[in-house]
């Protein structure tokens, strides 16, 4: 099966039509018409096989992963998602696979009515890079500089599962003895492969987070991230930390936190806000269907610090997942 064949598979399964696509793929480029008043949000998230995701993993799921992992990041930003473009690096020209992937990405593209307008399609080892393009109003862009002293901490969603997921993949005893057990396990390993985006909160956070980052190197080094763009420090309290019914029940206290903090992979929201607006905040991010924990606070010393249950600061795990650390 030859490029052209395969660039067409892609093209046919993977239809959203958008009116501000004015030519998609087919051409040398796209054409593509962005609505008065907004600004392009873009970003790009490469994945490698066997580095970003386990080499068995199903091509459905590799297929929405790289576009969950993206429009993670216009979540976090506060944008509308509209366009991707697809550069696919493939050992073969495997129309099995290419199938099954893009059905995977397509189901989250239509989910978000995003049009895929263009790629690449090269060979070589199992690489998938998306870029993908969001909309929003240029002063309502969340941004990871903007947290003050005092504002309170949130994350939305759970943390620590895919981390956990990891795990139950690396060792395929580990919980699957009884099939309540078995059950908590796939809801793990789900997480690890099948991200979910937070585009409805991270719009619901526009003009109301003061800062804004998604999590995918684990907490600790995402929120660092915002502590360092903002001139700040954060203090989480570890009991408030949320945790899946699934993580909760299969890992003890002390397997579990550090995968809280440290894990990675979460593609949740952690943003800050003024106190006084949390319980509004908090309210209106649970209708929207992936509630908000308060997690802590922002002070005026520098880092992130985690405090137990007295108030006394516990021991960080290693920082987030960084290339070329090692
Ligand atoms: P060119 O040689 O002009 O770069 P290509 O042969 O690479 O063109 O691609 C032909 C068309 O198919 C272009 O519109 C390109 O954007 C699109 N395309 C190629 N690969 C992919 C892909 N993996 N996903 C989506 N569109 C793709
Ligand atoms: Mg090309």
Not at 146 to 164: E, K, R, S
Not at 200 to 220: H, T, W, Y
Request: hydrophobic share 50%; net charge negative; charged share 20%.
């Amino acid at each position: 099966m030859a490029e052209f064949d395969l660039i067409e598979l892609i093209r046919a399964r993977c239809a959203v039509t958008r009116e501000d696509v004015r030519l998609g793929i087919g051409d040398d480029a796209a054409l593509l018409a962005v609505p008065a008043g907004q600004v392009v949000a873009v970003s790009t998230d490469t994945l490698v096989s066997g580095i970003h995701f386990p080499k068995d993993t199903s091509p459905h799921d590799v297929g929405w992963k790289s576009l969950a992992v993206n429009l993670s990041d216009l979540a976090a930003m506060g944008a509308t998602p509209a366009w991707a473009t697809l550069a696919l690096t493939l050992p073969q020209a495997d129309r099995g696979w290419v199938g099954a992937f893009i059905d995977g990405f397509a189901a989250l593209a239509r989910e978000f009515k995003l049009a895929l307008v263009g790629g690449d399609t090269t060979q070589g080892p199992l690489t998938i890079t998306v870029t993908v393009h969001g909309f929003v109003p240029e002063n309502l862009a969340l941004r990871r500089h903007g947290a003050h002293v005092g504002d309170a901490v949130f994350v939305t969603g759970t943390l620590g599962d895919a981390a956990a997921g990891l795990r139950m993949l690396r060792d395929p005893a580990l919980a699957a003895g009884n099939p309540a057990t078995a059950a908590m396990r796939a809801a793990l390993i789900d997480r690890l492969d099948r991200p979910m985006p937070r585009i409805a909160q991270g719009l619901l956070l526009r003009g109301r987070a003061r800062s804004c980052i998604d999590v995918s190197d684990g907490l600790a080094a995402d929120l660092g991230h915002i502590c360092q763009a903002s001139g700040v420090g954060a203090e989480i309290d570890l009991a408030k930390l949320p945790a899946s019914p699934a993580l909760f029940s299969l890992l003890s206290d002390s397997e579990r936190v550090p995968l809280q903090l440290a894990g990675g992979d979460d593609y949740e929201l952690c943003f800050t806000a003024e106190a006084a607006a949390a319980d509004d905040l908090l309210s209106d991010l649970a209708r929207s269907g992936c509630a908000a924990t308060r997690i802590g606070r922002i002070v005026a010393e520098a880092g992130v610090r985690v405090l137990d249950a007295s108030g006394h600061p516990v021991e960080l795990p290693r920082a987030g997942w960084q290339h070329f650390s090692s």
